[in-house]
Nanobody, 119 residues
Framework: QVQLVESGGGLVQPGESLRLSCASS????????MGWFRQAAGKQRELVAI???????NYADSVKGRFTISRDNARNTVYLQMNSLKPEDTAVYYC?????????????WGQGTQVTVSS
């Protein structure tokens, strides 16, 4: 059973930065693929960034050059550094852990943390 605890959200002005953290329970964090998703009010949930167990990263076009995903396996934590924030980044951000057990795939989600970018 995987539990994800997110932190770091808040209210910021355009152009400012935030760093989101997601701490995972368990001793097998290093084998999970991790990701950040977001869902703005009235919109579909969208992928923001992923980092695989091997360290490969991918980003949504809308955040490339501004956001950076990273992981610290020793601390069972994944981060999302968000720079040059825009009002369009306002959303609830969710941490995702993807686990493979035999041939079955499991997705675990954090509770979400609100990021609001507004003047």
């Amino acid at each position: 059973q995987v539990q994800l605890v997110e932190s770091g959200g808040g209210l910021v002005q355009p152009g400012e930065s935030l760093r989101l953290s997601c701490a995972s329970s368990g001793s097998i964090f290093s084998i999970y693929d991790m990701g950040w998703f977001r869902q703005a009010a009235g919109k579909q949930r969208e992928l923001v960034a992923i980092i695989t167990s091997g360290g490969s990263t991918n980003y949504a076009d809308s955040v490339k050059g501004r956001f950076t995903i990273s992981r610290d396996n020793a601390r069972n934590t994944v981060y999302l550094q968000m720079n040059s924030l825009k009002p369009e980044d306002t959303a609830v951000y969710y941490c995702n852990a993807r686990e493979y057990i035999i041939t079955r795939m499991y997705d675990y989600w954090g509770q979400g943390t609100q990021v609001t970018v507004s003047s």
